[in-house]
């Protein structure tokens, strides 16, 4: 079942460390199939807190998306984001 890998950004607090991390995480490797659905558009916030950006993208399952994300070169690069940002990131299972 395709799964879901959810970016929410609600604030850049250093934009050098967002650079590097951008630059870094380039650098993992890309061992699965996986789909860009939205990278950082115009966001409307409906309810709850305003975000400063998502981002999402499509897997064929939960296991890949989560394999992705613990890929020891991306966790390296994500230093960098946890300290450039706040994010909350988390997976979904689609229908």
Not at 15 to 25: A, C, F, G
Not at 31 to 53: H, I
Request: no cysteine.
């Amino acid at each position: 079942m395709s799964a879901y890998m959810i970016y929410i950004r609600d604030e850049i607090t250093d934009q050098k460390e967002m650079d590097i991390y951008n630059e870094e995480s380039k650098k993992a490797p890309h061992e699965y199939e996986a789909e860009p659905l939205a990278f950082y558009g115009k966001t409307v916030t409906l309810e709850g807190a305003t975000v400063d950006g998502a981002t999402i993208i499509k897997f064929n399952n939960i296991e890949e998306a989560k394999a992705t994300y613990d890929n020891p070169i991306y966790q390296e690069a994500m230093k960098h984001r946890l300290k450039g940002a706040k994010y909350r990131v988390f997976i979904t299972e689609g229908i």
